[in-house]
């Protein structure tokens, strides 16, 4: 869940053309933390009637849709349904529109989003997804002045990350829900994850202009492709981009960079999950650094481990902790005897740290600078078969929260690893397809490499991905044996929200500094 991140959308350019920063804007100003973890404005076309066809399609059926009035704009209805695509996702689908059409087209691109996916990949459980086409500001007819979510495109997250400890260097990484169910690690089985309603979270305005394969036409220069954007969302919320070591900028007025910290109390576990208007990191208070995600096992920032960066910025918080600094500051959270901070007052402290503070400059400045930050799948576990690396996206200055780090190189655009670029030129998917020779589904095989490092398996493999040798699940996580666990870290969040604090979205600035020699001395 990541940080939620909204998608708002990005001027148009050539294929081979550097794309312009954008400023991101919150879904609702509840609900800015919940976009923190997406991804940018695709615009890319679906495959057309003749392309060639996805291989290992699985089967789509429908339990049938059910339309009413909408509960706030007469003029509009929602339309619901659940929708089943083979054994790989179970979406709850609702949509929020004013033509009943558009909602039935919008589902079957979301089906077929799925299906590229579940045609590249196979998957032990299934996921459960809910997904809305909603309308800004709950109207048909929003105030583009005023309405925050008007020029909002959409945004998908994991919505509960699990702690998972690996057994060669005994670190805790945090694994979204989707990823986790794909696994054989000890409990998962035996029905002790306490696992949420839904995997992954996804939202979509209905008011923007969408178009889609079946409509007969060619799409024009102001519509988007929602087959190809929920294709792109779908894959971040299986866990691509999934950043929580180095992509939090507390204060747009200092070029520094620093992980996710946890708003909710230690013991609360598993953690909360993220929701449309609320999200367990980054928030009011600060009780500790949150652990690194998955993801952070395979990035390299610099030709050095993030979780190098990493631990030099948690021992030292500890370190501060420990010494009982008057610098940090104290907050009472309801429900906890766990000490929290305020985050201002913890940031600062780090600060005044000579190597916590060239940390985050370097963070910053290798953030902000193009080929510095690279996924290598051969990072973990030992023995791995996997060799490719894929540059990520780190070009971008001013730092942009929800583009930069999360996302491929934006000169992937002109090769098979286009899909999870920040923004796209305006082609269909079948031309992107043929002009870079990438495979049928869109997935590039070197964005397919991550997830497989990750833990997914492809989908012509003999069995499934094993990690029950080098990884176990924190046992705080885990539920007595025999104990139902579908569905209720929903009610688990309820009842842990007096101790976590209402995330705030913080703006972004940066700046290129020379830190290598202060870095040399940070290691130290």
Excluded at 82 to 92: H, L, R, T
Excluded at 481 to 492: M, R, V
Aim: proline share 7%.
């Amino acid at each position: 869940m990541t940080r939620p991140r909204s998608i708002s959308a990005r001027q148009r350019q050539p294929a081979n053309a550097a794309l312009p920063q954008a400023t991101s804007r919150p879904l609702t100003a509840g609900a800015a933390a919940v976009l923190l973890a997406t991804a940018a404005v695709l615009v890319l076309l679906p495959l057309a009637t003749h392309a060639r066809p996805l291989i290992n399609a699985p089967i789509v059926s429908s339990t049938g849709a059910i339309t009413t009035t909408h509960p706030s704009d007469p003029r509009a209805l929602r339309y619901l349904n659940d929708v089943s695509v083979g054994s790989a996702f179970q979406i709850k689908f609702t949509c929020d529109a004013t033509d009943q059409a558009f909602c039935r087209n919008a589902e079957s691109a979301l089906q077929r989003a799925a299906q590229r996916i579940a045609s590249v990949f196979k998957f032990r459980r299934t996921m459960t997804v809910s997904v809305a086409m909603f309308l800004p500001c709950e109207t048909s007819t929003p105030d583009p002045q005023s309405c925050d979510e008007y020029s909002t495109l959409g945004f998908a997250l994991p919505t509960t990350r699990i702690p998972v400890i690996h057994k060669d260097d005994g670190v805790t990484y945090m694994y979204p829900t989707p990823l986790l169910k794909q696994l054989d690690l000890a409990g998962v089985a035996e029905g002790q994850v306490p696992w949420p309603e839904y995997d992954i979270l996804a939202r979509f305005n209905s008011l923007r202009n969408w178009w889609f394969s079946t409509s007969g036409t060619n799409m024009n220069s102001t519509q988007r492709d929602l087959e190809f954007v929920a294709t792109h969302e779908l894959y971040h919320g299986l866990g691509f981009g999934d950043d929580l070591a180095m992509s939090n900028q507390f204060d747009q007025k200092s070029p520094e960079l620093l992980p996710f910290y946890n708003s909710f109390a230690p013991e609360s576990q598993p953690p909360p999950s993220a929701t449309v208007s609320t999200m367990p990191y980054n928030g009011n208070v600060f009780f500790r650094f949150a652990e690194p995600s998955i993801w952070n096992r395979f990035t390299y920032l610099a030709d050095r481990p993030v979780l190098d960066y990493y631990k030099v910025l948690n021992d030292t918080f500890n370190a501060i902790v420990q010494a009982k600094s008057p610098a940090l500051q104290t907050v009472n959270v309801a429900g906890t005897k766990s000490v929290a901070y305020t985050p201002a007052s913890v940031i600062s402290a780090l600060q005044r740290n000579e190597k916590a503070g060239t940390i985050m400059e370097a963070l910053h400045a290798y953030g902000t600078t193009a080929n510095k930050l690279i996924f290598k799948t051969s990072a973990w576990p030992a023995g791995t078969t996997l060799t490719s690396n894929l540059v990520l996206e780190s070009s971008l200055d001013p730092f942009m929260d929800g583009s930069s780090l999360a996302h491929t190189t934006i000169t992937a655009n002109v090769t098979s690893e286009f899909l999870m670029v920040y923004a796209t030129a305006v082609r269909s998917f079948k031309t992107a397809i043929d002009a870079t020779k990438a495979p049928a589904s869109g997935i590039g095989p070197i964005t397919k490499d991550v997830l497989l490092a990750m833990g997914y398996t492809s989908a012509d493999a003999q069995g499934f991905t094993s990690r029950k040798d080098v990884a176990d699940i924190d046992p705080r996580a885990l539920r007595a044996p025999g104990t139902s666990s579908t569905g209720d870290a929903a009610n688990s969040t309820t009842k842990k929200s007096a101790a976590a604090a209402v995330v705030t979205k913080t703006p972004a600035v940066s700046a290129v500094v020379a830190l290598s020699a202060a870095l040399m001395a940070a290691w130290i």
